[in-house]
């Protein structure tokens, strides 16, 4: 199907992008230019005091240009009073495809503390998303 045309690529912390074909989102990367790790959970908090985070997406160029990403996934970090260090992973997925929208906000052991999924048309429906 359209999995051929997909491709996904990685934000490092620094801004260098780079292609992470088989990334699912769970295995650490490393940035192949400047070496640094992006891990969507379990970073090493007391090294990282500022917001880092990795995005990925799949493209099918099928699609008109502006609809050719279908799935976008973000990993970062959000503020939050319930973990010690104040930052609390997050993790969004949209998922154009499957009309997903879906985050988790998850503690410093990596339990989900904040769970949302919904269908995308109706989450956009709401919130800060009603300019379009
Ligand atoms: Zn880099």
């Known amino acids: 199907m359209s999995d051929a045309a997909a491709s996904k690529s990685g934000t490092c912390p620094n801004g260098h992008q780079f292609p992470v074909p088989d990334w699912d989102g769970t295995q650490p990367m490393t940035c192949p230019t400047c070496g640094e790790t992006v891990s969507p959970f379990g970073v090493v908090f007391d090294a990282v005091q500022i917001r880092v985070g990795a995005r990925v997406t799949a493209k099918d160029d099928s699609y008109p240009s502006k609809s050719k ?5 973000k990993f970062g970090f959000e503020p939050s009073q319930k973990t010690d260090t104040g930052w609390a ?4 997925t949209i998922d154009k495809n499957e009309d997903i929208y879906e985050e988790e906000v998850c503690d410093e052991a990596g339990n989900v503390i904040h769970r949302v999924k919904e269908p995308l048309s109706k ?4 919130g800060s998303a009603k300019d379009d």
């Open 69 to 73: 990403v279908r799935i976008d996934q």
């Open 89 to 92: 992973p997050v993790r969004r």
């Open 123 to 126: 989450h956009q429906g709401h």
